[in-house]
């Protein structure tokens, strides 16, 4: 039985703003593939009013961070913006990953994309999440019917037969060598900060902070923690969620920053945690964080299969969870 027409709520309604006739029609697909409603704006002296009532809303131009001050201050506080920037002519790894921090210092920049087809892709997805609510699941940047494999683990061995299980699978698949390698370093990274840095007691307590590395061979994670891989024609992806849902923007973009600024040489024993989140932006092809406050973080990053690229995406989603210290569900 069909479902009657419906008027499309508000939430639906995402501001497309792009001087480029050609780009703003591509950005306005991405947004209707989707499920939202694109509303267009022929660059920001289009713009009507002092406020921009939109929640999400989509801005296209030359990515330099002064660009963003005369529109930043027309935004709803609770709004949120799309970077969407040309593809760099470099692959100044260091340097690319400085402009992506640059503009996502703005509270309202969660996300920044490139203007190619894989940006207008994840904008597509982008859009889709936002309309939705749905923010968890690998799947949503993966071809329908991908095939996912899932581990779970809670202990030091299991993160380790883990990575070798995702490494091996890589390799079988035919992905290279130098690709293997970076998904390797990442999946340690992001599954020692899930087994360890993430838990927190019933007070919010870290309950590993004070624990020294080589004696957490031992202890169990409070609650499993899942891992999920899946193989395209183009990609390599993962992702790995915890059930605690503390990673926050600000720790994300203060780890990076502060490693961006410490030169070539990173010593582990100062930066910790927050030299393997530097790490993990330095590997990835796309570093995407969705997080339930209080429930669950899952981290996502697709790796190019071929010539590894530098980072072209990076995107916070966050979610109204359950109060701190509520279990989180499935996963």
Known sequence: ????????????????????????????????????????????????????????????????????????????????????????????????????????????????????????????????????????????????????????????????????EVVDFAARRGVRGTVCRAVAEVCDELLMNALYDAPVDDTGMPLFHDVDVKDRLDKLSPRPVSIRYAVTEDQFAISVRDRFGRLEKPTILRFINKCLQSGDQIDRKVYGAGLGIYLIANRATHYIVNIAPGVATEVLCTFDRGVRQPLRALSVFLYPGPPPGQAAGKG
């Open 1 to 164: 039985m069909e479902r009657p027409l419906q008027a499309p709520v508000p939430s639906q309604r995402i501001l497309v703003i792009a001087e480029d006739p050609g780009l703003r029609e591509k950005l306005a697909a991405a947004v209707q593939a989707g499920g939202g409603i694109p509303v267009r704006a022929a660059g920001l002296a289009a713009l009507e009013g002092p406020q921009i009532q939109h929640r999400l809303v989509v801005y296209a131009w030359d990515g330099r961070p002064e660009g963003l001050a005369p529109l930043t201050p027309l935004l709803r506080e609770s709004a949120q913006l799309v970077a969407v920037t040309p593809k760099p002519v470099h692959n100044d790894a260091r340097r690319i990953l400085s402009d992506q921090m640059a503009l996502l210092q703005d509270p309202h920049c969660n996300h920044v994309f490139t203007s190619d087809d894989r940006g207008l892709f994840l904008l597509q997805v982008t859009a889709s999440k936002f309309v939705s609510g749905d923010l968890f699941g690998i799947e949503k940047y993966l071809p329908p019917g991908a095939d996912v494999h899932l581990t779970r683990l809670r202990d030091f061995q299991g993160r380790r037969n883990a990575i070798d």
